[in-house]
């Protein structure tokens, strides 16, 4: 899993290398050394420093929305959720460029703190990412109980899998839920199952009416095996599976429409 605790907060590693590729950038661009006149020249440089992280945003994320624009195009207003994630790095990558390139005609000076800062944070990413990948467990065997219909048997499913750890009490998995299961409705080319970890059936019976969703796909996990055995490090955590059941992506926090449709087309393109 991609998970990471750090005390009582989780968050995907991903977004906590992207963070940490943040503060690098900041570090290395606004530093000028130490007295009142580096601080004013710091003053100055945020501004630009700013501009820049701006502009990767914007690309980075203009970039995602347009590759999925047909998940975008039912709720447009989902382009502004940057937590859910959602960004094509190499765009993003020329946007900053360009806006360095535009301070650069401006201050000469930026040019080179604010190129390093850049190296440096694209550095970071990386390494953090590689750091935190580790090995990839294969789908867990086990029968579940379904919430309706037949249990289910992880290790029979011949098809790629969507596996969603989750619970009623976890707002972002209440959150995504609705569209989760209106995915999987709709998909021809995976098999979901959204496993409730440790609750009963009427716990789950109450949230499903209240919200109005139907109980197709769900099943059981009332001991947390599943988590347990994915080493998921929080709720929701959602693992997709080739149709060997190697894990091919995983995603912990809630995860948008184009980012899940997206995995599905690339699991489905690699399938033999």
């Known amino acids: 899993m991609n998970g990471v605790a750090i005390g009582p907060l989780v968050m995907d590693a991903s977004r906590l290398a992207f963070i940490a590729a943040v503060i690098t950038f900041l570090v290395i661009a606004e530093f000028r050394g130490f007295g009142a006149a580096a601080r004013a020249r710091r003053t100055s440089r945020s501004t630009w420093a700013f501009a820049v992280l701006v502009a990767w945003i914007i690309g980075a994320r203009a970039g995602f929305v347009l590759e999925n624009s047909a998940s975008f195009a039912a709720q447009p207003w989902d382009a502004v959720k940057l937590w859910q994630g959602g960004f094509v790095p190499w765009i993003g990558a020329a946007f ?50 379904a919430l309706r219909g037949p249990d ?6 011949e098809e790629p899998v969507v596996l969603n750890l989750w ?13 989760m299961l209106d995915v999987a409705a709709q998909s021809d080319t995976a098999t979901f199952v959204f496993a409730n970890q440790g609750e009963d059936v009427s ?14 796909h769900i099943v059981l996990d009332r001991q947390m095996d599943l988590m347990n055995a994915l ?4 709720l929701p955590a959602t693992l997709i599976f080739d149709r060997h059941g190697t894990l091919v992506q995983s995603h912990t926090g809630e995860i948008s429409r184009a980012a899940l449709e997206r995995a599905l087309r690339e699991v489905a393109a690699g399938a033999p």
């Open 96 to 145: 900053a460029a360009s806006m360095i390139a535009f301070v650069s005609l401006r201050r000469r000076a930026e040019l080179m703190p604010l190129t390093l800062g850049a190296v440096a944070a694209a550095g970071v990413f990386l390494a953090m990412n590689a750091v935190f990948s580790g090995s990839s467990p294969d789908l867990p065997g086990g029968t579940f109980e």
């Open 203 to 216: 716990q789950i019976g109450r949230f499903l009416a209240a919200e109005g969703l139907a109980a197709e």
């Open 231 to 234: 080493g998921a490090k929080g």
């Open 152 to 157: 289910v048997t992880l290790e029979d499913i």
């Open 167 to 179: 619970a009623t009490w976890c707002p972002p998995c209440r959150r995504e839920m609705p569209m």
